[in-house]
């Protein structure tokens, strides 16, 4: 489904653009092509994490649930490309 939509087009949930515009004003700088891993897990990135997802609580079904993502978005998922976001 992902590969055959132009991700344009693609809603995953009911509530994306307000997902992606909370998620604009809590980390704009936030690069997402190049993922730098102390970005995501370090305590000051997890203090900013934890009440952007708690806010979706009762609004997004399984909210909290960590996935895997690739940290340059150009290369295939491999082990040394992927991190667990969670």
């Known amino acids: ?27 704009r700088d936030l690069r997402v092509d190049v993922l730098d891993p102390e970005e995501l897990k370090s305590e000051p990135a997890k203090a900013k994490w934890r009440p952007f997802c708690l806010g979706f609580e009762g609004v997004v079904e399984d909210f909290n649930y960590g996935t895997l993502l690739r940290l340059d978005s150009r290369r295939e998922y491999t082990e040394e490309n992927t991190i667990f976001g969670g």
């Open 1 to 27: 489904l992902i590969s055959s939509v132009d991700p344009k087009f693609l809603n995953l949930t009911k509530v994306d653009d307000r997902i992606y515009e909370e998620f604009r004003k809590t980390f």
